[in-house]
């Protein structure tokens, strides 16, 4: 059995971290579900560029930050911010992709966030 990622954070969102990356935060308002995605292990850098259609090297980071009780990921844009042809001048758009991740009830042995 498996929660989609949507329906366990509190909040998902994005945004800019300067002109050439984005950063998506997913937090968490209950440690015990944090804990749960964070060690089921289903955040890492191939996941998330496979989400996002980018390769590995696209992903700056993974991280996540227990006392927060949220996990950050950075991702080089493929244009800077305002750039002609910029979808998303604001980067606060980008997080959708996140929304489906598939989170099981039981995390998978030695998994481990940004992996």
Do not use: W
């Not at 059995?1 to 998902?12: C, E, G, H, N, P």
């Not at 308002?29 to 998330?48: K, N, W």
């Not at 980018?54 to 990921?73: L, R």
């Not at 991702?75 to 992709?97: E, K, N, T």
Request: some cysteine; charged content about 20%.
């Amino acid at each position: 059995m498996s929660d989609r990622l949507v329906d366990l954070a509190s909040a998902i969102r994005s945004k800019n971290a300067g002109i050439h990356r984005i950063t998506c935060d997913v937090m968490f308002a209950d440690r015990a579900v944090y804990e749960r995605v964070r060690d089921a292990g289903v955040l890492t850098t191939a996941t998330v560029a496979r989400l996002y259609g980018v390769s590995e090297d696209a992903v700056v980071a993974v991280v996540a930050h227990d006392p927060g009780q949220g996990i950050k990921i950075t991702l080089q844009r493929a244009l800077p911010s305002g750039s002609p042809g910029d979808p998303d001048i604001l980067g606060c758009q980008q997080h959708a992709p996140l929304y489906d991740v598939e989170v099981p009830s039981v995390p998978a042995a030695g998994a481990e966030v940004g992996s």
